[in-house]
């Protein structure tokens, strides 16, 4: 029999239960992590050096409406979930606005970072306020800030009085962000986006930091 548990009647439950549930694979998976991070940071090793030479051909001017979305990966850290210890999982995000300036972009985002693991679903995001400015006017690299707020779910089972509860805890606060990225021009306004973001989730009581790398379709 399935039951849903709000945080509140089984806050006890949450530290033991969670972090046995959240704790380490071993070094299999940690060789996997490994494996997964290396290929992460070659890709974007690759895309980087492979946008150098096409900057000088940049045409796209930046003006009117924008929309940028990406998918990769990334890490938490500092989540009191696990001890503190980092934990890889997918990312994504979403980003759109209008631009001031050739050289100045402002707009929303959406941005977060999930994880399955032993049982346990957890996710991190911020729904923030953007800049991104150019250094360059026909330059493709860019660097970005933002804030605004943060949210962290996590969900789990556990055994209550022999049902199988389904415990829910999600938390609000404080995000603030920062990052570079590079604009791989690949049409006259549409480019490839590959990016490097920091995002820091301020939630109640466990704020944790998050390290993600992501690949995005950009249209200016």
Same mark, same amino acid.
């Given at each position: 029999?399935?039951?849903?548990?709000?945080?509140?009647?089984?806050?006890?439950?949450?530290?033991?239960?969670?972090?046995?549930?959240?704790?380490?694979?071993?070094?299999?998976?940690? %060789?996997?992590?490994?494996?997964?991070?290396?290929?992460?940071?070659? @890709? #974007?090793?690759?895309?980087?050096? *492979? #946008? #150098?030479?096409?900057?000088?051909?940049?045409?796209?001017?930046?003006?009117?409406?924008?929309?940028?979305?990406?998918?990769?990966?990334?890490? *938490?850290?500092?989540?009191?979930?696990?001890?503190?210890?980092?934990?890889?999982?997918? #990312?994504?995000?979403?980003?759109?606005?209008?631009?001031?300036?050739?050289?100045?972009?402002?707009?929303?985002?959406?941005?977060?970072?999930?994880?399955?693991?032993?049982?346990?679903?957890?996710?991190?995001?911020?729904?923030?306020? @953007?800049?991104?400015?150019?250094?360059?006017?026909?330059?493709?690299?860019?660097?970005?800030?933002?804030?605004?707020?943060?949210?962290?779910?996590?969900?789990?089972?556990?055994?209550?009085?022999?049902?199988? *509860?389904?415990?829910?805890?999600?938390?609000?606060?404080?995000?603030?962000?920062?990052?570079?990225?590079?604009?791989?021009?690949?049409?006259? %306004?549409?480019?490839?986006?590959?990016?490097?973001?920091?995002?820091?989730?301020? @939630?109640?009581?466990?704020?944790?930091?998050?390290?993600?790398?992501?690949?995005?379709?950009?249209?200016?």
């Amino acid at each position: 029999m399935l039951a849903t548990v709000t945080v509140s009647s089984v806050r006890q439950l949450h530290s033991s239960s969670f972090k046995r549930r959240a704790a380490p694979h071993g070094l299999r998976s940690l %060789n996997m992590k490994k494996r997964i991070v290396g290929s992460v940071i070659s @890709t #974007a090793a690759l895309l980087l050096f *492979a #946008a #150098a030479p096409a900057s000088a051909q940049r045409t796209a001017v930046h003006q009117g409406y924008w929309i940028s979305f990406g998918f990769g990966a990334g890490s *938490a850290f500092g989540d009191d979930a696990f001890d503190g210890d980092s934990k890889f999982g997918g #990312a994504g995000f979403l980003r759109m606005g209008g631009s001031p300036s050739q050289q100045l972009l402002i707009g929303g985002e959406m941005i977060g970072w999930g994880t399955d693991k032993d049982d346990v679903k957890i996710g991190r995001g911020a729904l923030m306020f @953007t800049a991104l400015y150019y250094p360059g006017p026909k330059g493709g690299f860019y660097l970005k800030g933002g804030a605004g707020f943060a949210g962290r779910s996590a969900e789990w089972t556990v055994q209550v009085d022999g049902f199988e *509860a389904t415990v829910k805890d999600d938390q609000a606060g404080i995000g603030l962000g920062a990052g570079l990225g590079y604009d791989i021009q690949l049409g006259r %306004n549409f480019f490839l986006t590959p990016a490097l973001d920091f995002v820091y989730t301020g @939630t109640e009581g466990d704020g944790a930091s998050l390290l993600l790398f992501t690949v995005g379709a950009t249209w200016h």
